[in-house]
């Protein structure tokens, strides 16, 4: 299984990015997919997750009302899209899949989650 992320880099603080999650290897319409980030000196947090037919969405307080996430099944790939985005936003993005979505939500859950990618740097100068 891989989960290839992309689309990281340099903007300025009330820019936008979007990153992308490709996942193969395996069939993932029974998992859910999601984000994490890592800031230097913190610990890893839930960003945002949903399932793979798209009907159930969840996003962590840094996330809510300004990061968006999606599916293209088709593609096999899952989206984040982040807009006005603040100098604390910077840290490395992980992509993640496992077929249970609460992993996602639930605080100390992520070090059981199946599957990760490689992260992707998002640095947002102010």
């Known amino acids: 299984v891989q989960l290839q992320a992309s689309g990281g880099g340099l903007v300025q603080a009330g820019g936008s990015l979007r990153l992308s999650c490709a996942a193969s290897?395996?069939?993932?319409?029974?998992?859910?997919m999601g984000w994490f980030r890592q800031a230097p000196g913190k610990e890893r947090e839930s960003v945002a997750a949903?399932?793979?037919?798209?009907?159930?969405?969840y996003y962590g307080d840094p996330a809510k009302g300004r990061f968006s996430i999606s599916t293209d099944n088709a593609k096999n790939t899952v989206y984040l899209q982040m807009n006005s985005l603040k100098p604390e936003d910077t840290a490395v993005y992980y992509c993640a899949a496992d077929p249970r979505f609460n992993y996602f939500v639930t605080l100390g859950a992520l070090t059981r989650i199946d599957y990760w990618g490689k992260g992707t740097l998002v640095t947002v100068s102010s």
């Open positions: 949903i399932n793979w037919s798209g009907t159930r969405t």
């Open positions: 290897g395996r069939t993932f319409s029974s998992y859910a």
